[in-house]
């Protein structure tokens, strides 16, 4: 079964950055339009990013600018590189297909923003 790890959380001060990895299994990350997503405190989870399979971004209008996605096919393994984190990107963070059907969700990176 395809699985996903994801790694790199952690807990930063307003304006730092944090880089996230997830790890796929079999070839998801070479064959599939990948994304990842967050769940706020109190709030379901939604897209944060995505990355074609020929490499074209997109970004929530939240992050644009702050963050950068970027995938490794060879390594199987996509990035999310966060700079100056806000107290507002607390969350959990996820990586997946863009669209269904998904594969089994992981247990994400917790990322915690605070003074």
């Known amino acids: 079964q395809v699985q996903v790890v994801e790694s790199g959380g952690g807990s930063v001060q307003p304006g730092g950055n944090l880089t996230l990895s997830c790890t796929a299994s079999?070839?998801?990350?070479?064959?599939?339009?990948m994304a990842w997503y967050r769940q706020q405190p109190g709030e379901e989870r939604h897209l944060v990013a995505t990355i074609t399979i020929g490499n074209s971004p997109f970004y929530r209008q939240a992050v644009k600018g702050r963050f950068t996605i970027s995938k490794d096919s060879t390594a199987s393994t996509l990035y999310l590189q966060m700079n100056d984190l806000k107290p507002a990107d607390t969350a959990v963070y996820y990586c997946?297909?863009?669209?269904?059907?998904?594969?089994?969700w992981g247990q994400g990176a917790q990322v915690t923003v605070s003074s």
């Open positions: 079999e070839d998801l990350i070479k064959t599939y339009a």
């Open positions: 997946n297909k863009v669209s269904a059907p998904f594969v089994p």
